[in-house]
């Protein structure tokens, strides 16, 4: 077993202890084994795939790429719709791709030796952009948030 496997399990393993004064609600716990063995295969497999200099592909089953490039024509549509403001824009522009981001972690996060973006997660992802969006836009439409085109920068990714 090599050194990065033996401070991850001991890692892993560590009681924790509270810094405060109260007590901390994980102090004497322990990870189960088999969730131990699930992590540490996850970390040698990054290991691996970084020392490799590969990537993990993630793609979408057939019927979820078409609902996926849906998604995405629909949002870019709308961002071509006159009267908009420059960030609401922005905004829709970049959605498909934030979709396809969330998507690819909840396949992976499901399954990391061979992630398929399915349905549930596209459809998750969907709704997640959709009402971060819309949160963050009202923001700036109120003046909570904003600064200019600048401070919108910052929320767009």
């Known amino acids: 077993v090599n050194i990065h496997v033996r401070i991850i399990r001991i890692f892993l393993n560590s009681k924790k202890e509270s810094v405060s004064n109260r007590p901390s609600p994980e102090a004497g716990m322990e990870m189960p084994e088999d969730l131990i063995d699930e992590l540490l295969e996850l ?9 490799s200099g590969e990537f993990l592909t ?6 979820t790429l078409e609902m996926l490039q849906q998604y995405r024509h629909t949002k870019k549509d709308a961002s071509l719709i006159d009267g908009l403001d420059e960030i609401t824009k922005q905004f829709y522009t970049r959605a498909g791709l934030k979709v396809i981001r969330f998507a690819s972690l909840l396949a992976i ?3 990391w030796r061979n ?4 349905k549930e997660h596209a459809k998750w992802a969907m709704w997640w952009v959709d009402q971060m ?3 963050v836009l009202e923001k700036f439409k109120t003046g909570d948030l904003g600064g200019g085109h600048l401070g ?3 929320f767009l990714v």
């Open 43 to 51: 970390f040698v497999h990054c290991d691996q795939l970084e020392a």
């Open 133 to 135: 969006d819309a949160e």
């Open 109 to 111: 996060s499901e399954d």
């Open 152 to 154: 919108a920068s910052l």
């Open 58 to 63: 993630v793609v979408p089953d057939d019927e």
């Open 115 to 118: 992630p398929i973006i399915r």
